[in-house]
């Protein structure tokens, strides 16, 4: 993985070893793989038994590419395994042994808020002898900060590294969002001029219900702030791009097994999201009452006011159409997992077709402005 050369790369979503989010992955085309490499955040998410499945599934569905690998940090207690794993002594040597068993998993470096600057450094180091590559993730803009600094000051290639800042969900906090990631970029390119940065959020709400514009909340447009975050720090000049692939970031493991959902539709667009719901007939998880046919009408309404996906590559599309049109679908099931994949889908597809289209802008404008000298 020596010669993957990061500033090739436009769009960086991140994913978790969970089922619909991996089933989103999985339906890419190949040539939108191949312009991706994903932070898969491994945890012991809702009926996973262990890290290693879902890492493994990882593997599976994304047949042989490049992905970086990281673990979860979100729970109040840890998991024995992720005691382990973020274990710092020798150089954090548990975490890298772990991340050798997958041959295309490139590491994030861990932090062990109990260990030294010297270890986080070390194994860095030693990541970027033993992988070829190293990422970075700023959790917190002013603690992490140094750490980053630090063991990008002692790689041997800085190009062999990349520094997400990841901001976690920005919907609520936006302004102070944009000035803690201006002052980061900065506070690295200081003393790292030519590092690899990347920008790493979502504004995918836990709720849709208050983001509908009629009455009956059965509908609603919501913008994608990590596109006007990324373009507002001055786009792909200054950094790449990443998200959280359309999904809102927090599981809610203790959430009861019996809940009550709206059977909805998602549609991403390149800057916004698009939403139909149907909540006056909202079912139990797992019962089929009338799931089917309000996912029907809701994929009906969307087709509706998006014709043009019928004739689409991207297979979220397609099952969208399929639902709309086919009265016997029942390809991927009516349950709101299902159809968080066709969303993660769509976002990814759109996404990678998005960066690209904008790379291309700039260097087209950029070809003008050479032509008129």
């Not at 890290?51 to 990882?58: D, H, L, P, T």
């Not at 493991?253 to 939403?275: G, H, I, K, S």
């Amino acid at each position: 993985m020596s010669n993957i050369e990061f500033e090739n790369f436009l769009y960086y979503p991140k994913l978790r070893t969970r089922a619909a989010e991996l089933k989103g992955l999985k339906h890419l085309t190949n040539n939108r793989k191949d312009k991706i490499i994903p932070l898969i955040t491994a945890g012991k998410w809702p009926r996973a038994t262990a890290f290693e499945s879902g890492i493994n599934k990882m593997s599976e569905v994304f047949e042989n590419r490049p992905f970086f690998l990281d673990l979860t940090d979100e729970y109040d207690t840890f998991t024995e395994e992720q005691v382990f794993l973020k274990n710092a002594a020798n150089n954090y040597h548990n975490w890298r042994d772990y991340v050798r068993k997958f041959p295309n998993a490139i590491p994030v470096a861990q932090v062990d808020r109990q260990a030294s600057l010297r270890d986080f450094v070390m194994q860095a180091r030693l990541c970027e002898q033993e992988f070829g590559k190293v990422v970075f993730v700023i959790n917190d803009y002013l603690r992490d900060i140094e750490h980053v600094v630090s063991a990008l000051s002692a790689l041997d290639d800085v190009n062999n590294a990349i520094t997400f800042i990841d901001s976690k969900y920005i919907r609520n906090s936006y302004s102070a969002v944009l000035a803690a990631n201006i002052q980061t970029i900065n506070a690295i390119r200081e003393d790292i001029p030519d590092a690899n940065i990347s920008t790493l959020s979502t504004s995918f709400p836990s709720s849709l219900a208050s983001f509908s514009n009629d009455t009956n909340k059965t509908r609603g447009v919501i913008d994608i702030l990590e596109r006007q975050l990324h373009e507002e720090l001055g786009g792909y000049e200054v950094a790449s791009y990443g998200d959280y692939a359309s999904i809102h970031g927090i599981v809610y493991d203790n959430a009861p097994d019996v809940m009550r959902w709206a059977a909805r539709v998602d549609y991403p667009t390149e800057q916004y999201w698009q939403f139909e719901r149907r909540p006056k007939n909202s079912v139990s998880n797992g019962s089929t009452g009338t799931a089917k046919s309000d996912y029907q009408h809701a994929a009906r309404a969307i087709l509706s006011s998006n014709p043009n996906i019928a004739d689409s590559d991207i297979w979220g599309e397609q099952m969208i159409v399929q639902a709309a049109t086919d009265p016997d679908f029942d390809e991927i099931g009516f349950g709101p997992a299902p159809w968080i994949s066709v969303r993660v889908n769509i976002h990814l597809s759109k996404q990678i077709d998005y960066s690209n289209q904008l790379t291309n802008e700039d260097e087209q404008e950029w070809d003008e402005d050479l032509d008129l000298l």
